[in-house]
């Protein structure tokens, strides 16, 4: 391990575990240590979020995934921080419990095409850790989430569908994109060209397979917040789906974004971020506010 310091939730470098596909982080939204999968080891991406933090992001697809490196990483990670001296070393006090295997990492996971291998290799291993189920190992007060964090884009594949339902028998779970509620505000801030209704019906098969919370960043862009019938656009959006999703994840810019517009976007306050949350609960959502 090079890790020098405490990790913080500010920091979220992937090489910080000298691993190729898995690297810790300690999470604000996991509330814990998450054991990240990095299935885009090239900055690839189908999308090109304003906001991202990957540096030199470019459009494409991961590479082939080397399953068998990833599977000694990832037990090799775990067996560190189960058994060995690395919680005590690089995680405060108060963090010092894994909460998730994390799919994320520098693009969008489910465009690696051994996505579905991956899935089964990670519970594979759990299952050997004993981190699962009823098999609980006694170190772990719950059973270890496995999340999938993205953008939603390839929620109409039957064999991504296939994957993520089969997570659903996993205690696994779906954080999905929606950053926007029109085709306006996708383009400024995901940088690509989709019909917000397609992207709902993604989000409804998401939801039937595996319990689905929706994730949204907000920022200031050019000093000024979201409009309100941008934020009136959102909610009627995501109005439509609040009896099949689990709730939703608002946050706000906690590390600087590595795109062009970088030097155009600023953090908003606390207050305007649970002034949003409360018109979502008033939705009939849970939501948890991460500033």
Known sequence: MTIQ???TVSDHNRDVSGMK?????VSRRAGGVSIGINLNINNACNWRCVYCQVPNLTRGTPPPIELDVLEQELRSFL???LHGDFMERYVAVGDRHIK?????GNGEPTSAKEFPEVVLLVEKVLTDFNLLGDSLNTKQINPIKIRVITNGSLMDKPAILASIS????CNGEVWFKIDAGTKEGIVRIND???NPQSHLQRLKNCAKACPTFIQ???FALDGQPPSESDISAYLTLISQVKDVVQGVHLYGLARPSYQAEAPRLSRLSVEWLEGVAERIRQLGLDVYVNP
Do not use: R
């Open 21 to 25: 596909y898995i690297y810790p982080v």
């Open 166 to 169: 089969h997570l659903a028998k």
């Open 216 to 218: 949204t960043c907000m």
């Open 100 to 104: 998730d295997i994390a799919f994320s």
């Open 192 to 194: 690509v060209n989709l």
């Open 5 to 7: 310091n405490f990790l």
């Open 79 to 81: 067996s560190y921080a």
